[in-house]
């Protein structure tokens, strides 16, 4: 049986309960933003940068630990933009802890912006709760991550590209 688009949207929505804590996180380089929004959107908290590394994701557990407490939330739910290959690290640090991951479409976050607060301007912060908006809303889909060799033939194709235009 085939699911509509519509019937799959309504899926992803229906997992984020009263008790998520729905967070987007803005994927950089060096530092990530995150902000965390209700299951209705409203914004908890404050946003928060971490590094792309060990204990910044270690600082950015203990900000998730501390608004779960706050508002008394049991379950949490981290959507980022799967730009560049920056977002990989982060992700399956997440998985590791047992934190949902989940991706958000790069286009369609570009095309949101202004659902937010009516101005197509662009900020870290803004991007994040962006991405919070879209995940509560049922846009997203789940991380997979493909089998070691796999990434490890697709850098090598990368590599290879990179080579061959020399």
């Keep these: 049986m085939k699911f509509k688009a519509q019937d ?23 530092v990530h933003v995150a902000r965390a929004v209700s299951f209705r959107g409203i914004a908890l908290g404050t946003p928060i940068e971490f590094g792309n590394h060990r204990e910044g ?22 959507g980022m933009e799967p730009t560049g290959h920056y977002w990989f690290s982060l992700a399956r640090w ?13 286009h369609l976050v570009k095309k949101n912006k202004e659902n937010r607060d009516n101005t197509p301007s662009k900020s870290d912060r803004k991007d994040a709760l ?26 090598l194709m990368a590599n290879r590209e990179t080579v061959t235009k020399r």
């Design 8 to 30: 799959k949207q309504n899926q992803l929505i229906e997992n984020i309960t009263v008790h998520h804590l729905v967070v987007g996180v803005d994927i950089a380089q060096e």
């Design 57 to 78: 994701f270690k600082l950015f557990e203990r900000w998730i630990k501390d608004l779960l407490k706050t508002y008394k939330l049991s379950s949490v739910i981290v």
């Design 130 to 155: 962006v991405i919070a908006d879209m995940i509560k809303n049922g846009y997203y889909s789940p991380v997979r991550f493909h089998p070691e060799a796999y990434e490890e033939l697709r850098i």
């Design 94 to 106: 997440l998985v590791a802890q047992g934190i949902e991951a989940v991706l958000v479409n790069p």
